[in-house]
């Protein structure tokens, strides 16, 4: 009876090693399937991306040729559409600090100056230097590519680029804007706004975009550093610019990396971002808008960008 019972038992182990072992092989024979459909779904998504960025982009070149004055429009439909969906995405991913950034900054202002203050010289003025300054050039700096499979790409390109071209056809290719704009006793001119004060050029081109640019570096280091501190400390897996810059700095070991120990590691986020931002943004204010040597003209770079309609576009072109 003994040797009954344990053949018997013997048996049930048998048995059951051969269920669990038909359990794994029909899961992983599912999650074979899974993970082919998976890839099948990817490819199937990298494809239509891919399609819609390709038909997009063809369509917005041929309204930028055929209705420069309805860019700005779309570039507002753009804005009010794929920014809170970033927000959403990057919120998943932990990145939504991104959103912090000076790009958004700026696109806020230039949709706010599109949609309520059309007509305004002044905050115009601002809104160009922002769009043809720090955000063109961003693009070079932070190494921006078009990549038409990669919707994430793609938005953050147009974030940059997109402003660029809606100030650069509200200056130079919308008939609705500069018809109107002209000063009594001279002859129409095909450009908008009309301007010939130095000073008025020098406070609303490179002053106040100075200080608004400064006010944005104050509030960002108040929430990043100061009120959400903890929060980012808590939690290594939200990403920052402070720490991607502190990353990129690391993996170079460049003299910024160096320079940015120079108060202790904990503190070196802080100054990475701090050096980041002169080098980019006061630096590109400081030497980029440097006044030419030229007495007649006396004009900088963006004074030139906003003059002439070749450099301009020249430039457009450079930072794309």
Request: some cysteine.
């Amino acid at each position: 009876m003994a040797e009954g019972a344990s053949d018997a038992e013997a048996i049930q182990k048998i048995r059951r090693r051969i269920a669990v072992r038909s359990k794994v092989e029909i899961l992983s024979k599912h999650a074979v399937k899974i993970a082919n459909k998976a890839e099948e779904h990817e490819r199937f998504l990298f494809k239509v991306t891919h399609l819609l960025g390709v038909l997009g982009f063809g369509a917005f070149c041929f309204i930028l040729g055929a209705r420069p004055q309805d860019v700005p429009y779309v570039y507002c439909l753009f804005y009010v559409t794929f920014v809170p969906l970033r927000w959403i995405y990057y919120r998943y991913k932990k990145w939504h600090y991104y959103l912090l950034d000076f790009c958004y900054y700026a696109n806020t202002f230039f949709l706010a100056m599109l949609l309520f203050f059309p007509r305004n010289e002044k905050l115009f003025m601002v809104c160009f230097s922002f769009a043809e300054g720090p955000l063109a050039w961003a693009l070079i700096v932070w190494r921006c590519s078009l990549v038409f499979s990669s919707l994430d790409k793609i938005v953050s390109v147009v974030i940059h680029f997109l402003p660029g071209i809606v100030f650069f056809t509200i200056r130079w290719w919308n008939p609705q804007t500069f018809s109107a704009m002209r000063l009594d006793g001279v002859a129409a001119r095909a450009s908008w706004p009309y301007v010939e004060d130095k000073s008025y050029i020098w406070t609303w081109l490179f002053l106040v975009p100075l200080v608004a640019y400064a006010l944005w570096q104050l509030l960002y280091f108040l929430v990043v550093d100061v009120l959400r501190r903890q929060r980012l400390l808590q939690d290594p897996e939200i990403m920052t610019s402070y720490r991607e810059l502190s990353k990129k700095a690391k993996r170079a070991n460049n003299i910024w990396w160096l320079l940015s120990g120079m108060l202790g590691d904990q503190n070196r986020t802080m100054e990475i971002q701090v050096v980041w931002a002169q080098r980019i943004y006061i630096a590109f204010y400081v030497f980029f808008l440097y006044p030419y040597a030229d007495n007649v003209l006396d004009l900088n770079a963006i004074n030139l960008l906003l003059w002439c309609h070749k450099i301009n576009f020249s430039e457009l072109l450079c930072t794309e």
